[in-house]
C-alpha cells in the first residue's frame, strides 16, 4: 500500500470511530432526557435536576469516560 493510501485509511477508521460514538452519545443523551421528562410528568411537576443532581450526573460521565479510556489497555 501507498504511503496515501495508508493515510487515508488511517483517518478513515478515526473519522467512523468519531461518527459513531457521536451518535450514539446523542441517542444516550435524548434517552436520558425522555426519561427525566417521563419522570416529572408522572410526579406532575416541571423538570428539575438540582445542584447536587447535577454533580452526581457529571461525576458518573466522568467515570464512565475513563473506564471507555481504559478499554483497550489490556489489564
Do not use: C, F, P
Not at 47 to 74: F, M, P, S
Request: aromatic share 2%; hydrophobic share 45%; glycine share 16%.
Amino acid at each position: 500500500m501507498t504511503e496515501s493510501n495508508s493515510e487515508n485509511l488511517s483517518g478513515n477508521w478515526k473519522s467512523k470511530a468519531l461518527l459513531v460514538g457521536s451518535l450514539i452519545g446523542a441517542l444516550v443523551g435524548a434517552g436520558a432526557a425522555y426519561l427525566l421528562v417521563q419522570r416529572a410528568e408522572r410526579e406532575q411537576s416541571s423538570l428539575h435536576i438540582g445542584t447536587g443532581e447535577g454533580i452526581k450526573i457529571g461525576l458518573l460521565a466522568l467515570g464512565l469516560l475513563r473506564q471507555v479510556a481504559q478499554l483497550g489497555d489490556g489489564d
